[in-house]
Each structure stands twice: as structure tokens, then as C-alpha cells.
């Protein structure tokens, strides 16, 4: 039997992007095949060639630049959660690492993958949102640099062109005395995708009051997103119980508002409120 496809792992990012520009509509690029693996199983990849990425050190980096931690597409959960600068300067995205699937998949699985797919259960992007994640896009043409929260659009679709790979994501690290809470509710601890998911990082003010603060959710909503009227209502408050719930229940409105009503509002209301509601008490009580 003849290939369904060509298998190809370029050398160099040039070389990927090369190839791309000439192949890309009727290619696939793969990095840890955790989601790509499916529709290649189910034979319902339609496509000539399959570009493997993961090996590229331009998507394997960590580093900083202009005062932002960039961390490489490419990097898998693993690396994610073994790494002490982003350990250090990006907490809420380890975390988040650690929760996904199991071990196997976090040995294999990467942070552009998880974008790029756009699942609305991706647990890397409620993490990044709370960082006001960049992503820088490369191709032939050369590289432009987007929010994270304009590469997703909907469920399981993106702006990427197929000429275009996610080449890393800038994320603004956290200062000292910075909280940050990653929250997830899934039907069992592994190998569950999150029926919900939440992100807040927090500062407080000498006086008491939040000083700053950033809440997303996933899973819930069509895709992750931050929570601004929740943020907004929470800004320059002295925190305690009632005001996390109250904040909690706008959240669980906002998502109504966006993800309209389903069978299931009834189960997801009072268990978004419950797990922002921790997320939130981590953070600031
Ligand atoms: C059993 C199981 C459990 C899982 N549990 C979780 C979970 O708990 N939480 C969670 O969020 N996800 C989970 N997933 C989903 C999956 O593991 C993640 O989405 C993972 O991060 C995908 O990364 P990957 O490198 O394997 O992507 P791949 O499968 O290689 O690619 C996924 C998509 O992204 C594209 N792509 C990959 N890299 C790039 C790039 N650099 N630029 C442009 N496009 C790119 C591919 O073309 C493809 O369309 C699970 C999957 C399985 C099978």
C-alpha cells in the first residue's frame, strides 16, 4: 500500500517555512501529534505532506526579550513544568501544564499544538491569557507578532494561514508578591479534557485593596477569554468572601452571554461560580 502521505522534518525553521509557502494548503504540521494523531488514525487527514516541527530550536526556546519571557512552541507540557525561569516568571502556566492528560501526553505534547487546535478546553490558554500572551507568527514573508486572544476565533478554528506556524508566545512575567491560582474541574483527575477551566493571577496594595488583577475561563465559553466585567468589578476592592462570590456570579452571567443558554447551564452555573469562587479565595483571602 502507498503512503497516504509524505513525512518530512525540515532542519530549519527557513527550510519549514520555505516548504510552506509552496506547500502549506496541502500540508499538515505536526509537533507532539497528540490531537493530529487522531485524525490520522480515523484517516481523515486529507492532506499530501505531514511537516514535522517539534525538533526546530527556533520553537524550543526559553528566553526573555524586551522584558517579556518567550517561551518556543515547540516545548512540551514536561518542559513546561520543569523549566524554573518559567516556573518562576509564568507560575500559572506550569500549573496548567501539569494538569494536562497524563504523563505520555505531556512528555509529547506542545503549547503551539494546544493553541493551534483552539480546542475551547485548551488548558494552556487560560493560562497565557492571565500573562496577556503575544504569539509570534512566522512564515516566508516574514514574522508578525498577534494577542493570543485574536489568533482564536472559534471553536477548533484560527486566523493561521496554512504558509504560517506558531513559532512562540511572549508572556508577561509575574512580579514579586504577585498570587496566581489554576483551577479545573474535568470527570476524572487524567486523560480528561476540562469541562472547566480557570486562571487569576492577583496583586494586592499595601492598603489592602487589589491592585491588579486578571481572571480567564475556558471550556464554558466558546473560546478561553478573560473575564473583564468580573476584573473590572473586582479592581481597587477590599477582598472577602462576598465580593469573590459576587464577582463569581458575574462570571457565570458573562458566560451565558457568550456561550448562550444549553442543557447543561443548569450543572454549569453553580460549578463555574464554585471553581472561580476558589480560584479567586486562593488568590486574595
Ligand atoms: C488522551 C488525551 C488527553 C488530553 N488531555 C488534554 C488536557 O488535559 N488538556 C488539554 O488542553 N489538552 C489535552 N489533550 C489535547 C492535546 O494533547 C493538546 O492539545 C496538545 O497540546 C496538542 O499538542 P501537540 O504538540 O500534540 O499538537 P499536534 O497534535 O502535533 O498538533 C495539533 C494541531 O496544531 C497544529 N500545530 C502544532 N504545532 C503548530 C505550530 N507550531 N504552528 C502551527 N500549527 C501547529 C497541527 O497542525 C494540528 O492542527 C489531550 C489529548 C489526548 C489524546
Not at 516548504?19 to 505536526?30: A, E, I, K, P
Not at 479534557?193 to 487569576?200: L, S
Request: charged share 25%.
Amino acid at each position: 500500500m502507498s503512503p497516504r502521505f509524505r513525512y518530512l522534518r525540515p532542519g530549519t525553521l527557513k527550510e519549514a517555512l520555505d516548504f510552506l509557502l509552496v506547500h502549506g494548503s496541502r500540508t499538515s504540521v505536526l509537533a507532539g501529534g497528540t490531537d493530529l494523531m487522531i485524525a490520522v488514525r480515523r484517516e481523515d487527514l486529507n492532506r499530501d505532506f505531514i511537516l514535522d516541527v517539534s525538533r526546530l530550536e527556533e520553537l524550543r526556546c526559553i528566553d526573555r526579550e524586551d522584558g517579556l519571557l518567550s517561551v518556543g512552541a515547540a516545548l512540551t507540557y514536561t518542559e513546561i513544568t520543569a523549566s524554573c525561569e518559567i516556573r518562576s516568571a509564568a507560575p500559572v502556566l506550569c500549573q496548567a501544564a501539569g494538569c494536562v492528560g497524563s504523563v505520555q501526553i505531556r512528555n509529547k505534547g506542545t503549547l503551539g499544538g494546544n493553541v493551534a487546535n483552539a480546542s475551547p478546553a485548551a488548558d494552556s490558554v487560560p493560562a497565557m491569557l492571565v500573562h496577556k500572551a503575544l504569539v509570534r507568527i512566522e512564515s516566508a514573508a516574514g514574522p508578525r507578532t498577534i494577542p493570543l486572544e485574536e489568533l482564536i476565533v472559534a471553536p477548533y478554528q484560527t486566523i493561521l494561514q496554512p504558509h504560517e506556524l506558531i513559532a512562540r508566545f511572549f508572556l508577561e512575567p509575574l512580579e514579586n508578591g504577585w498570587r496566581h491560582s489554576f483551577q479545573r474541574i474535568a470527570r476524572r483527575r487524567a486523560l480528561s479534557v476540562a469541562r472547566i477551566n480557570a486562571a487569576v493571577v492577583a496583586s494586592l496594595g499595601e492598603n489592602g485593596r487589589i491592585a491588579d488583577l486578571r481572571l480567564s475561563v475556558g471550556s464554558v465559553v466558546p473560546r478561553p477569554a478573560r473575564m473583564t466585567a468580573a476584573e473590572e468589578f473586582l479592581m481597587r476592592q477590599i477582598p472577602d468572601l462576598e465580593l469573590v462570590r459576587e464577582a463569581a456570579n458575574l462570571v457565570s452571567r458573562e458566560m451565558v452571554r457568550r456561550a448562550g443558554i444549553r442543557h447543561s447551564t443548569e450543572y454549569k452555573r453553580p460549578a463555574v461560580e464554585g471553581l472561580v469562587t476558589k480560584a479567586l479565595t486562593e488568590v486574595l483571602l
